[in-house]
């Protein structure tokens, strides 16, 4: 009831005083108590949390980093492994899952589980990487175009249209036929080729707030135009480009398996998710455990992720 | 020198249905201190003119088809990009009609405020401190614990004093209040209204009013300038001008206005502008 007392007290100007007393209590009680400030952003972040299924799809996504970030230490700083991802043992193999090999072992007797760890930092780090570039560019191409419009939208948009046209796997298999297949080359294509979605969206999210009150506002107060761009639009167009975001990890992932199954992605012996399912193919009518497993990773980790972004949607819808 | 001279500013709009002449050939001036407001029905050009005085009318599709503007002896209509940002703001600055839309909804009013300060007045050291004094100053209680709220967190009337406290914050020269308590209720009218009169009084600066209803400006601004289709069509000081009206559309909207306590069978309307001009 503190509030009470404050707004009496220091009631500004002659209209909350005086004759009007009875009005004043009336107009406090009417005032929402807003004791914290309370930003969007962590409103929709605990939206997102009170759901459970983002709640599990989350704490399947923080597993994989997890998994995929030990991983990725233990192989860079030459750590001791339980069992070394690339180490043959031609006299176990195609063993089914069994004590010492819980998910079993492939044609050269290497270990499953251990193959599908160490894949599993390559496989993150493509979807991740690549979706940070794709993000990049669409995020500025986006902006650019959408707030300003004229002919640097035209011209960037037929830009847009013009990748488009082609289908964007073929375009990625010739860029590595010519260049080679090279894990950050594989990286870098996937999200040289993926950013005109999020360049659409971004521009048609601006178009609309572009024309808000606040942007008005903004530029009656002298800002710039690219800090109009990123520091008063950009945050307002969050929620729909953090989505597309989480979508677009499972779609790069997807990609690099693809690439890998082809045997247009990572080179072996280096082990990804794809090319564990590539090597196992022609095994699987006797050793399911060598595709089922991975495919099962593959499957989980887009799962968890498209989940992820469709709760973080439907988190954001009322703004 | 003025504040303030308009000559002969002419605004098109250039659609694909023909150009409309938005505001034409309009002209007055305003000296330190003055206070001006302009009056006139939606689509009178009000609007536009008080936009145009940043250029913040969007070209395309405006255009500026002739006259200047003179603040403080420069041309806003040929000042570089860079120029324009300082005036806006700084020299002359803005409060919209809908507090509501025109705060950003991701910041803090704390950080909205302090970006005009940042930008138009580096001098300041202790932002948090000007803050405080100009929320404060526009009857905000509590300000050291308002300042970190979200724009949805304040009611509407508090919104649109954040707003003034922006405009306010950066020391401007002129205030342009374009239609600023429509959104609101009569109540809180009346407390922005107030308010604007006693900050005028304090901080001694211009101001120009724009809106379509005659209650509003008496005891706020000294002089009037009516608006139709484009043009100033009577301009004058506000008692002699509401007493004595000499344009017919002058007179229709005021006549319009209605009045507590006045028996009228019906309340008078202006049924077509033209008409209304011909009367």
Redesign the interface.
């Given at each position: 009831m503190s509030s009470r007392s404050d707004v009496t007290k220091g009631a500004p100007s002659g209209i909350l005083t005086g004759r009007a007393k009875t009005i004043v209590t009336a107009t406090v009680d009417a005032i929402p108590q807003a004791v914290t400030p309370d930003s969007p952003f962590r409103r929709v972040a605990r939206k997102f949390f009170h759901d459970r299924l983002a709640l599990a799809a989350t704490i399947a996504i923080a597993l994989f980093f997890a998994v995929a970030i030990v991983a990725g230490a233990c192989a860079f700083l030459h750590l001791p492994m339980p069992m070394q991802p690339n180490a043959t043992h031609l006299e176990r193999k195609l063993l089914p899952p069994n004590p010492a090999n819980w998910l079993g072992t492939d044609n050269l007797g290497r270990d499953v589980l251990s193959r599908m760890v160490a894949g599993s930092t390559i496989s993150l780090t493509v979807g991740f990487v690549a979706m940070a570039v794709s993000l990049g560019i669409g995020i500025f191409v986006g902006a650019v175009s959408g707030y300003i419009g004229g002919w640097v939208d035209n011209v960037a948009m037929r830009i847009v249209d013009a990748l488009l046209c082609f289908p964007s796997f073929f375009l990625i298999l010739t860029a590595i036929a010519i260049i080679g297949p090279n894990i950050w080359i594989i990286i870098a294509v996937i999200g040289l080729v993926g950013w005109t979605g999020t360049a659409r969206l971004v521009r048609a999210e601006f178009l609309t707030l572009r024309e808000s009150e606040y942007v008005r506002a903004a530029r009656a107060l002298g800002q710039s135009r690219m800090n109009i761009i990123f520091r008063h639009i950009l945050p307002n167009a969050f929620a729909p480009i953090f989505v597309t975001a989480v979508i677009s990890i499972p779609d790069a992932i997807l990609v690099e398996s693809g690439l890998s199954f082809l045997s247009f992605g990572v080179p072996p012996p280096q082990a990804t998710w794809g090319n564990i399912i590539a090597d196992g193919k022609t095994y699987f009518l006797d050793a399911w455990w060598l595709i089922f497993f991975p495919g099962l990773a593959i499957f989980t980790a887009s799962l968890a992720f498209y989940l992820a972004g469709d709760a973080l949607r439907r988190a954001a819808a009322t703004r | 020198m003025n504040l303030l001279e308009i000559h002969n500013l002419s605004v098109r709009f250039r659609t694909e249905n023909g150009t409309v002449d938005a505001v034409k050939n309009i002209s007055f001036s305003m000296k330190e201190g003055d206070s001006l407001a302009i009056v006139g029905e939606s689509g009178s050009g009000k609007s536009v003119t008080a936009l145009s005085l940043?250029r913040?009318v969007p070209t395309p599709p405006a255009e500026y088809a002739g006259g200047k503007i003179l603040f403080l002896g420069r041309d806003i209509l040929k000042m570089s990009p860079g120029q324009?940002?300082?005036?806006?703001?700084?020299g002359i600055?803005?409060v919209?009609q809908?507090p509501a839309?025109?705060?950003?909804?991701?910041?803090?009013i704390r950080s909205q405020i302090a970006?005009?300060i940042r930008?138009?007045r580096p001098d300041v050291t202790d932002v948090d401190a000007e803050i405080v004094k100009w929320l404060g100053a526009v009857?905000?209680?509590?300000p050291e614990k308002r300042m970190?709220?979200?724009p949805?967190?304040?009611?509407g009337g508090m919104q649109q004093r954040a707003?003034i406290a922006?405009a306010l914050s950066?020391r401007p020269k002129l205030l342009v209040a374009d239609e600023p308590t429509t959104a609101l209720d009569v109540?809180i009218q009346?407390?922005i209204l107030?308010?604007l009169r006693?900050l005028r009084g304090e901080f001694g600066m211009s101001l120009i009013l724009i809106t379509h209803n005659f209650a509003i400006i008496r005891g706020l601004c000294e002089r009037v300038a009516v608006m139709f289709r484009g043009e100033i069509v009577e301009y004058g000081d506000t008692e002699s001008l509401l007493k004595n009206p000499q344009h017919p559309y002058t007179k229709a909207l005021i006549s319009c206005v209605p009045r507590l306590g006045v028996k009228q069978a019906r309340l008078r309307t202006i049924e077509d502008s033209w008409t209304a001009a011909r009367l």
């Amino acid at each position: 009831m503190s509030s009470r007392s404050d707004v009496t007290k220091g009631a500004p100007s002659g209209i909350l005083t005086g004759r009007a007393k009875t009005i004043v209590t009336a107009t406090v009680d009417a005032i929402p108590q807003a004791v914290t400030p309370d930003s969007p952003f962590r409103r929709v972040a605990r939206k997102f949390f009170h759901d459970r299924l983002a709640l599990a799809a989350t704490i399947a996504i923080a597993l994989f980093f997890a998994v995929a970030i030990v991983a990725g230490a233990c192989a860079f700083l030459h750590l001791p492994m339980p069992m070394q991802p690339n180490a043959t043992h031609l006299e176990r193999k195609l063993l089914p899952p069994n004590p010492a090999n819980w998910l079993g072992t492939d044609n050269l007797g290497r270990d499953v589980l251990s193959r599908m760890v160490a894949g599993s930092t390559i496989s993150l780090t493509v979807g991740f990487v690549a979706m940070a570039v794709s993000l990049g560019i669409g995020i500025f191409v986006g902006a650019v175009s959408g707030y300003i419009g004229g002919w640097v939208d035209n011209v960037a948009m037929r830009i847009v249209d013009a990748l488009l046209c082609f289908p964007s796997f073929f375009l990625i298999l010739t860029a590595i036929a010519i260049i080679g297949p090279n894990i950050w080359i594989i990286i870098a294509v996937i999200g040289l080729v993926g950013w005109t979605g999020t360049a659409r969206l971004v521009r048609a999210e601006f178009l609309t707030l572009r024309e808000s009150e606040y942007v008005r506002a903004a530029r009656a107060l002298g800002q710039s135009r690219m800090n109009i761009i990123f520091r008063h639009i950009l945050p307002n167009a969050f929620a729909p480009i953090f989505v597309t975001a989480v979508i677009s990890i499972p779609d790069a992932i997807l990609v690099e398996s693809g690439l890998s199954f082809l045997s247009f992605g990572v080179p072996p012996p280096q082990a990804t998710w794809g090319n564990i399912i590539a090597d196992g193919k022609t095994y699987f009518l006797d050793a399911w455990w060598l595709i089922f497993f991975p495919g099962l990773a593959i499957f989980t980790a887009s799962l968890a992720f498209y989940l992820a972004g469709d709760a973080l949607r439907r988190a954001a819808a009322t703004r | 020198m003025n504040l303030l001279e308009i000559h002969n500013l002419s605004v098109r709009f250039r659609t694909e249905n023909g150009t409309v002449d938005a505001v034409k050939n309009i002209s007055f001036s305003m000296k330190e201190g003055d206070s001006l407001a302009i009056v006139g029905e939606s689509g009178s050009g009000k609007s536009v003119t008080a936009l145009s005085l940043t250029r913040l009318v969007p070209t395309p599709p405006a255009e500026y088809a002739g006259g200047k503007i003179l603040f403080l002896g420069r041309d806003i209509l040929k000042m570089s990009p860079g120029q324009i940002r300082q005036v806006r703001g700084g020299g002359i600055a803005y409060v919209f009609q809908e507090p509501a839309t025109s705060l950003n909804p991701v910041y803090s009013i704390r950080s909205q405020i302090a970006e005009g300060i940042r930008l138009h007045r580096p001098d300041v050291t202790d932002v948090d401190a000007e803050i405080v004094k100009w929320l404060g100053a526009v009857g905000i209680v509590d300000p050291e614990k308002r300042m970190h709220d979200y724009p949805h967190q304040l009611s509407g009337g508090m919104q649109q004093r954040a707003m003034i406290a922006m405009a306010l914050s950066c020391r401007p020269k002129l205030l342009v209040a374009d239609e600023p308590t429509t959104a609101l209720d009569v109540t809180i009218q009346a407390q922005i209204l107030a308010e604007l009169r006693r900050l005028r009084g304090e901080f001694g600066m211009s101001l120009i009013l724009i809106t379509h209803n005659f209650a509003i400006i008496r005891g706020l601004c000294e002089r009037v300038a009516v608006m139709f289709r484009g043009e100033i069509v009577e301009y004058g000081d506000t008692e002699s001008l509401l007493k004595n009206p000499q344009h017919p559309y002058t007179k229709a909207l005021i006549s319009c206005v209605p009045r507590l306590g006045v028996k009228q069978a019906r309340l008078r309307t202006i049924e077509d502008s033209w008409t209304a001009a011909r009367l």
